[in-house]
Structure formats: C-alpha cells, structure tokens
C-alpha cells in the first residue's frame, strides 16, 4: 500500500452542498444546531450516524445528532469517517492518499498513526479517485469542524466489501473516548412520501436493534452502517435513534423523497436511556 502523500484532498462540493463562504458556512450550522431536536440521551455517543446530502435538505437532521457532541469539544482527538462511494467504484475500503481534508473552514490533517494501523489489512486499499469528488464524506466536516477543537481524521470511502471486513478495519481504530466514529448514509431513495416513512421506520428499527442485514435499497451506507452493528454489538453498545424524516420534510416535494436518520451508538452505563 502507498504511504501518504503531501497532497490536500480540496473542497469539491462547496457552494453545492453547502455553502462555499466560510461566515455562511459557519452560521447555517450553528442555526440548524440550535434549531435541532434535542435528545434526553445521557451517555456521549462513541459512534454515529448521520446523513450526507444538501445541508437544505438533510442538515437538520444531521445536526439533531451532531449536537451530542458538542460537550466532547476538548476530548474528541481523532474522527473515523465512513461512507459510501457515489461516483467511483472501489474495491474494499479507500484511503485518499492524501495528508489533509479541506473545507472553507480550513484544512484537517490526515492521522497519519490511524493509516499505519490498517495499512496491511487486506480490505484496505488508496484511491484518490474514490475520494475526489465524493460528498458523503465532505459533508460531514464543516460540523465537525464547528463542533471539535482539534481533530485528526481517518476517512474511508466504502465500496464493494463485507460487513464484517469493516468491522474489523472499525475494531482496530475503535479506540477510547478520544475517538468518534461517524458513519454516513441516508436511508430510501425516491419514494412517495407516505411510503418513504414506512420504509424508513423499519430501516431505523432494523439499525436500533444492531441488525447487519439492511440492504442498499434501504440505505446507501449499508456496508459501513452494518459493519458498525456488528462492532457495537461485540463491544455492548446500544443505539439510539435521534430524529427520522425526509427531504419531504425539509425542503423537497412530497412525490419523491429521499429518507434521511440520525442515531446514536453509546455505551449501556447507568442513567443510560
């Protein structure tokens, strides 16, 4: 496997997925993370799941469980990303080849210790092209940006790989309470609305119950959605879901609508919910 190289892997969806203007960058996350539904849950969250389209349309809904975070600002060191490849098809899980991640907030460094651990793992392979102009990972960073002091990052593009092979890559990295792990994927595609919610309500049941047979019809990040059931279930974590809807919802029509969820995954200590 190649060692990183000195490249940054730039901003590719700025100014379509969310704003390019870092002030209007900032201000639209705070507002969703002050209008977010809030959580009764008790127990930081070690991992979760959050959606990654258009900040119009699924960014409340993100911002609903990014908001946990918030009290972890000073402990959270390092950030597992993992999501699905939208534009190129890879084998297993990618690494970007690169040292460092830009936003319009500025540039993440890459953890370089976390790529070392992994490095003769067999799924794992680097594909600056997987990770070019892939958004289901770009969006995620303006948040974790605004929420995290300083972080390193860890960012996986997931394509064609078992469950249990990104379990595995997760059970390496797993960590302690500096680590968090963020998975990205929204939920149905294109259905009427009413439809969308039944659909969805299963998905979400299914991801509560650490289930790893969801398929990609019901979620797009069902690979690295089910290998983190599979790690949280051997490490005794439970999941929470944090808040349900779709683009009908935020800011599309209601005749073909993209389902997005927010769950937490956190330890089962006392005054736990």
């Given at each position: 496997m190649k060692s990183l190289d000195s490249a940054t892997r730039s901003a590719a969806v700025a100014g379509l997925f969310y704003p390019r203007d870092a002030s209007a960058l900032v201000r639209s996350i705070n507002e969703m993370l002050a209008g977010a539904k809030r959580?009764?849950?008790?127990t930081p969250p070690k991992a979760i799941i959050a959606p990654h389209a258009g900040y119009i349309y699924s960014g409340p809904i993100a911002a609903s469980v990014y908001a946990l975070i918030e009290p972890l600002r000073s402990r959270i060191r390092?950030?597992?990303?993992?999501?699905?490849?939208?534009?190129?098809?890879?084998?297993?899980?990618?690494?970007?080849?690169?040292?460092?991640?830009?936003?319009?907030?500025?540039?993440?460094?890459?953890?370089?210790?976390?790529?070392?651990?992994?490095?003769?793992?067999?799924?794992?392979?680097?594909?600056?092209?997987?990770?070019?102009?892939?958004?289901?990972?770009?969006?995620?960073?303006?948040?974790?940006?605004?929420?995290?002091?300083?972080?390193?990052?860890?960012?996986?593009?997931?394509?064609?790989?078992?469950?249990?092979?990104?379990?595995?890559?997760l059970d390496v990295l797993w960590g302690g309470d500096e680590t968090l792990i963020v998975v990205s994927s929204d939920l149905s595609?294109?259905?009427?609305?009413?439809?969308?919610?039944?659909?969805?309500?299963?998905?979400?049941?299914?991801?509560?119950?650490?289930?790893?047979?969801?398929?990609?019809?019901?979620?797009?990040?069902?690979?690295?959605?089910?290998?983190?059931?599979?790690?949280?279930?051997?490490?005794?974590?439970?999941?929470?879901?944090?808040?349900?809807?779709?683009?009908?919802?935020?800011a599309g029509d209601k005749g073909r609508v993209v389902g997005y969820g927010a769950f937490a995954f956190y330890e089962d200590s006392a005054g736990a919910k």
């Open positions: 959580s009764d849950l008790k390092r950030v597992l990303l993992l999501g699905p490849t939208h534009r190129v098809a890879v084998r297993g899980l990618a690494l970007p080849g690169c040292t460092w991640f830009e936003t319009p907030l500025g540039r993440i460094p890459i953890d370089e210790a976390a790529v070392a651990a992994i490095r003769d793992t067999p799924q794992v392979t680097v594909s600056p092209d997987a990770h070019e102009l892939e958004h289901s990972l770009e969006v995620h960073l303006p948040f974790l940006q605004t929420l995290l002091s300083e972080f390193k990052l860890l960012p996986l593009a997931v394509g064609y790989a078992e469950p249990a092979q990104v379990a595995e890559v595609h294109y259905l009427a609305y009413r439809e969308a919610q039944e659909v969805d309500r299963g998905t979400a049941q299914s991801i509560i119950e650490l289930r790893s047979d969801i398929d990609h019809e019901h979620a797009c990040g069902a690979t690295p959605v089910a290998g983190l059931a599979i790690t949280a279930r051997q490490r005794g974590l439970r999941a929470r879901l944090i808040d349900l809807r779709n683009s009908g919802d935020t």
